[in-house]
């Protein structure tokens, strides 16, 4: 069974950091990981994405300001977002890709106060 966990979100006045971390079991082998972000009455937008190689790709707004990485010997991603801003207020949702499926974790919550 393929669960995928996240945690590290919750509440943070602007400026400040946060620090997700997405753990993935039940999955043999993991191609490519990411964060999404659906804000209320939004879409589901990419916020970051790592290959199992180390190939990262940053949606623009979040280029210098987060950080994406995984452990694949731990099955666990992470998302290191600093300088946040109000409008990253969202749920994050991590994805996992493996051998053409798509798996979703359940999300967290990231609130940035003004």
């Known amino acids: 069974q393929v669960q995928l966990v996240e945690s590290g979100g919750g509440l943070v006045q602007a400026g400040g950091s946060l620090r997700l971390s997405c753990s993935a079991s039940?999955?043999?082998?993991?191609?490519?990981w990411g964060w999404y972000r659906q804000a209320p009455g939004k879409q589901r937008d990419m916020v970051a994405s790592?290959?199992?190689?180390?190939?990262?790709n940053y949606a623009d707004s979040m280029k210098g300001r987060f950080t994406i990485s995984r452990d694949n010997a731990k099955g666990t991603m992470y998302l290191q977002m600093n300088s946040l801003k109000p409008e990253d207020t969202a749920v994050y949702y991590c994805?996992?890709?493996?051998?053409?499926?798509?798996?979703w974790g359940q999300g967290t919550q990231v609130t940035v106060s003004s």
């Open positions: 994805n996992v890709m493996s051998f053409g499926h798509n798996y």
């Open positions: 790592i290959t199992r190689g180390g190939i990262t």
């Open positions: 039940g999955i043999f082998s993991i191609n490519a």
